[in-house]
């Protein structure tokens, strides 16, 4: 015959199990949604820098194989890049390509041998106008930058 005494009642947790739980997995959100919060914007802007870098790459490819027999280039702005088609840069043109950056990356300074912010690709061997460097940078953190070189040749390379 069993003891009374020593039945064990198994209906569930307790308020104080449950509180445990519930406190562990707030300090566990607590230690890593900043740390996936910092990896997320860091690989924004390595993103956007290989993409800037690629629209560079396109106006460049463009240029070479004469498409509709003209040249292309990029224009710089603060939140985004342009494709623009022909010698010199419209905002009101049909054919431009814009790349929005996202919200927590910003294009900074952009030092080209002729000033400006735009650089435009010759049609005879894909040389650039200007060359120089842009810098991209992260808004929570403006000391973490990026940047893309512009040779004379019109290659680029992410630095």
């Known amino acids: 015959m069993k003891d009374s005494r020593f039945k064990i009642q198994d209906d569930g ?3 104080i199990e449950m509180l445990l739980v519930l406190s562990i ?13 910092k990896f997320m914007t860091t690989n924004n802007l390595e993103k956007s820098t290989a993409k800037v870098r690629g629209l560079l790459e396109e106006a460049r ?9 003209t040249q292309y280039g990029v224009h710089f702005e603060s939140a985004k890049a342009v494709l623009f088609q022909g010698a010199s840069y419209s905002s009101t043109s ?22 400006g912010n735009d650089v435009v690709f ?21 000391a973490r ?15």
Do not use: M
Request: aromatic share 8%.
């Open 13 to 15: 947790f307790t308020l």
């Open 25 to 37: 997995l707030i300090f566990l959100a607590g230690i890593s949604v900043p740390t996936f919060s």
């Open 61 to 69: 490819s463009l240029t070479l194989a004469s498409k509709y027999d």
């Open 94 to 115: 049909a054919t431009n390509i814009s790349l929005t950056l996202p919200s927590s990356v910003r294009i900074g300074t952009t030092t080209l041998s002729g000033g």
């Open 122 to 142: 010759s049609r005879q061997a894909g040389g650039v106008s200007a060359y120089g460097t842009t810098t991209l940078f992260l808004l929570a953190n403006p």
């Open 145 to 159: 930058i990026s940047s893309i070189v512009i040779y004379g040749t019109g290659l680029t390379e992410i630095k």
